[in-house]
């Protein structure tokens, strides 16, 4: 590979602003060229961040430039499509959540890059913010002991409708669009989950599918966790986009509040510290969070690519986090317990 990792961005749309302004952040690698059907949007991303190179069919992009990877940032029911044909092409692949509308469509993209050579990462940011990162750190030095329960909460009233209108029509929501973030975070935290009893709920009449989401999952050595998703609280503070989470040790407790605080309670008593995401000259109120972990993670993904190592958020792993997803819906639908591959047998 040329010392400086040549990419391509195929979808132009609300979110990959995100992703066009964390690659100016990333030394090492850049976007040369961008894909999109809607020419006005590829248009206006080639002009914001100063890429000529346009296109409006991949296939003619990968043929065209010499690309060391792709980030696919179009939405899921493309994916499988996408990431297969830039596997084909011989470039590694980033593709955003959710990964794809099935796990068998998850685990044909999976093969298809094992096949080809390729890596595959999934841009699952949230646990790349650095308040998560941080609160890792507490747990893994052994603070609080070994963890037994937790709880992953996400409660707002945020008017996410406003910037992706979507989302109020689409077959499946919280679930799919919030709570696969929530659930990864679950596994980052506790590990593996073997069973699960989920509820939902839809409490805005304007929408089409769930926007209230409740999960309680057993976890491989006896441990608990809570998942919390709703955009349908409205709350005394409104903290959107922040997660909350309490994660509770044999020796103690670690709890990521408001406001990012962190505090940590032992035998030694109880420390609190401020652990808020990095910002930059782009930044977005109230968004800094999440665009931390866009950064964070596209830092991790050329760190991969320079060592060959395995990304953390891999294909591989990722669809771990998506049949809890599916599994959830499954639940919620059948008013019944959902147990995982792992807990068959399976993985």
Not at 24 to 51: K, M, N, P, T, Y
Not at 202 to 226: L, Q, S, Y
Request: hydrophobic share 40%; aromatic share 10%.
């Amino acid at each position: 590979m040329a010392d400086d990792l040549q990419g391509g961005l195929i979808g132009c749309g609300y979110f990959a602003r995100n992703h066009l302004n964390g690659w100016r952040e990333v030394e090492g690698a850049g976007i040369v060229s961008l894909c999109d059907q809607d020419q006005e949007a590829l248009g206006q991303a080639a002009s914001d961040f100063g890429i000529p190179e346009q296109y409006t069919d991949p296939q003619a992009m990968l043929e065209s430039e010499d690309l060391d990877f792709v980030d696919v940032v179009t939405q899921a029911p493309s994916h499988r499509f996408l990431v297969e044909l830039v596997a084909a092409s011989g470039a590694h692949v980033i593709c955003q959540k959710p990964f794809a509308p099935t796990l068998d469509d998850a685990r044909s993209m999976v093969v298809a890059c094992n096949r080809a050579g390729v890596k595959l990462m999934v841009h699952e940011n949230f646990r790349w913010q650095r308040p998560m990162r941080e609160l890792y750190e507490v747990v893994s030095s052994g603070a609080i002991g070994e963890p037994f329960f937790a709880r992953v909460e996400f409660r707002s009233a945020w008017d996410v409708y406003a910037n992706q209108p979507y989302l109020a029509t689409d077959e499946r929501f919280i679930v799919y669009d919030l709570g696969i973030h929530l659930l990864d975070l679950a596994r980052f935290f506790l590990g593996e989950v073997e069973q699960l009893y989920a509820r939902s709920q839809r409490v805005n009449p304007d929408i089409r599918a769930e926007d209230v989401a409740t999960i309680v999952m057993d976890v491989a050595g006896g441990k608990t966790c809570v998942v919390e998703a709703s955009y349908a609280s409205k709350l005394e503070h409104e903290v959107f986009p922040q997660t909350l989470i309490k994660i509770e040790g044999e020796r103690g407790a670690a709890v990521l509040g408001r406001d990012y605080a962190l505090s940590v309670t032992n035998e030694a008593g109880t420390e609190t510290r401020a652990v808020p995401p990095h910002t930059f000259d782009w930044s977005e109120s109230p968004g800094q969070a999440i665009q931390d972990g866009v950064v964070s993670i596209q830092r991790h993904w050329v760190e991969c690519l320079r060592t060959d190592a395995e990304p953390e958020t891999s294909g591989s792993d990722n669809l771990r986090t998506l049949e809890l997803v599916f599994g959830t819906y499954r639940s919620a639908e059948e008013r019944s317990v959902y147990r995982t591959e792992r807990s068959l047998g399976s993985w």
